[in-house]
Nanobody
Framework: QVQLVESGGGLVQAGVSLRLSCAAS????????MGWFRQAPGKEREFVAA????????YYSNSVRGRFTISRDNAKNTLDLQMNSLKPEDTAVYYC?????????????????WGQGTQVSVSS
């Protein structure tokens, strides 16, 4: 079992940066691939970024590639999402997720554990 708690959300203006963090507790954090997803009002939860168990592989959605960076620290059991050049369309609740396995995946069905989410609101 893995418990996930996100932090770092807030209300910001377009163009600025924000860093989200996810603190994990429980068993064998390093044995899990990790990801960030987001859900805007009235929309389905969508993939944002993912990272393999050792951080050696990362993948981003087309909408955030080049602006967001996912990273993890297995010694500290933390997952981060650095978000630069934020846009109003990035407004959503952001969720941290973990899946059992080593290789990353973009499919939310493959993730076993989810945090409660943190709100990110970007004004124009």
């Amino acid at each position: 079992q893995v418990q996930l708690v996100e932090s770092g959300g807030g209300l910001v203006q377009a163009g600025v940066s924000l860093r989200l963090s996810c603190a994990a507790s429980g068993r064998a954090f390093s044995w899990h691939f990790m990801g960030w997803f987001r859900q805007a009002p009235g929309k389905e939860r969508e993939f944002v970024a993912a990272i393999s168990w050792n951080g050696g592989s990362t993948y981003y959605s087309n909408s955030v590639r080049g602006r967001f960076t996912i990273s993890r620290d297995n010694a500290k059991n933390t997952l981060d999402l650095q978000m630069n050049s934020l846009k109003p369309e990035d407004t959503a609740v952001y969720y941290c997720a973990a899946g059992r396995g080593l290789a990353l995946t973009t499919s939310k069905m493959a993730y076993n554990y989810w945090g409660q989410g943190t709100q990110v609101s970007v004004s124009s």
